[in-house]
């Protein structure tokens, strides 16, 4: 299951590399293609969160710093994305692939 995550990890990041370089126009279908991308990578990496929150319970959970870093990212990124044009939001979406180090870790 980790390996899946750190596929789906540098997906999102590759995603992200050509959305930059391609810098489609907001009334594009490729634009739209990459909205919707980007809100199933969201909502597997939110699945992915709530699976380990449980997963290790509450104290585990807020003591292990990666753990507390996807948490950050992740509700940030949800919450950040019905704002367009928000400051920052490039940058959060970079650092979602941080999280691959806290799996690459693991092995």
Not at 6 to 31: H, K, T
Not at 63 to 74: I, P, T
Request: aromatic content about 14%; some cysteine.
């Amino acid at each position: 299951a980790q390996c899946v995550i750190v596929v789906l990890i540098a997906g999102n990041f590759a995603m992200n590399i050509v959305q930059a370089q391609l810098n489609p126009e907001s009334d594009s279908q490729l634009y739209d293609l990459f909205e919707v991308l980007d809100w199933l990578f969201m909502v597997v990496f939110a699945i992915e969160l709530a699976f380990n929150a449980f997963g290790h319970w509450f104290w585990a959970f807020v003591s292990d710093g990666w753990s507390m870093f996807d948490l950050v990212v992740v509700t940030l990124s949800i919450l950040a994305k019905p704002v367009d044009g928000l400051p920052g939001v490039s940058i959060l979406r970079t650092m979602r692939a941080f999280r691959i180090l806290r799996l690459i870790g693991r092995f």
